[in-house]
């Protein structure tokens, strides 16, 4: 299993500012993702990021706006860029540890209001 | 593309058995998955189906048609804590197995 914590956990920002969340896990993993989730909705992929190699972006997002970076195999961090009120979410870091293996461990997630 | 469908909502007593399907259309996955979120918490990994059948870890028990594109996550002996919502989830070939995934359904128990 993997232990993952996330900082911050929740924040409130002004528009037009930008936000920097940090997912350290507790162990090596290979693979790394970050998630948007809308409260009482789905999770939405925002990119995976593996070390070593550029994030690949789901459709919709973008590096300018979400730029990723990786720098180990137990740290990634994720920035909001130039937020708006449609940021608002809960950003949430997720790992596995192998590309083969199946069970996806979750951080507890950032809750981020923008104003 | 994907896409997951689930009932969004599902209501059920204490002690009753609860199945919740899940229906995909998908281009070629590896397997489907299932996770549980309670309100304020992070998905937590159910159960998982690389294959068609039946899979069982205790109360809860998942099962895969690949021929059906169907699944479903059964929960047997309701207790109150299982009030939660659940996403069924396909890990896709692409990009490492990515996992893609349903839009939940809302699981209330009652006494």
């Known amino acids: 299993s993997a232990v993952i914590s996330q900082k911050p956990s929740r924040d409130i920002c002004q528009r037009g500012t930008s936000l920097t969340i940090q997912c350290q896990v507790d162990?090596?993993?290979?693979?790394m993702f970050w998630y948007r989730q809308q409260p009482g909705q789905s999770l939405t992929l925002i990119a995976t990021a593996n070390q070593g190699s550029e994030a690949t972006y789901e459709s919709g997002f973008v590096i300018d706006k979400f730029p990723i970076s990786r720098p180990n195999l137990t740290f990634s961090t994720l920035t909001v860029s130039n937020m708006s009120p449609e940021d608002s979410s809960i950003y949430l870091c997720?790992?596995?540890?192998?590309?083969?293996?199946?069970?996806?461990?979750f951080g507890p997630g950032t809750r981020l209001t923008v104003t | 593309g994907q896409s997951l469908e689930q009932p969004s909502e599902v209501t059920a007593v204490e002690g009753a058995i609860v199945q919740i399907n899940c229906t995909y259309q998908?281009?070629?996955?590896?397997?489907l998955s299932w996770y549980q979120q309670h309100d304020g918490g992070a998905p937590t990994f159910l159960s998982y189906?690389?294959?068609?059948g039946l899979e069982e870890t205790g109360r809860f028990s998942s099962f895969l048609s690949r021929s059906d594109s169907y699944g479903y996550l059964l929960l047997q002996e309701l207790q109150m804590k299982d009030s939660a919502s659940y996403f069924c989830?396909?890990?896709?070939?692409?990009?490492?197995?990515?996992?893609?995934f349903g839009q939940g359904t809302e699981l209330s128990v009652k006494p």
């Open positions: 997720s790992v596995r540890q192998g590309a083969d293996l199946y069970e996806q461990y």
């Open positions: 989830a396909v890990r896709v070939y692409n990009q490492g197995g990515k996992l893609i």
């Open positions: 189906n690389g294959l068609d």
């Open positions: 162990s090596q993993v290979t693979m």
């Open positions: 998908t281009s070629g996955f590896y397997g």
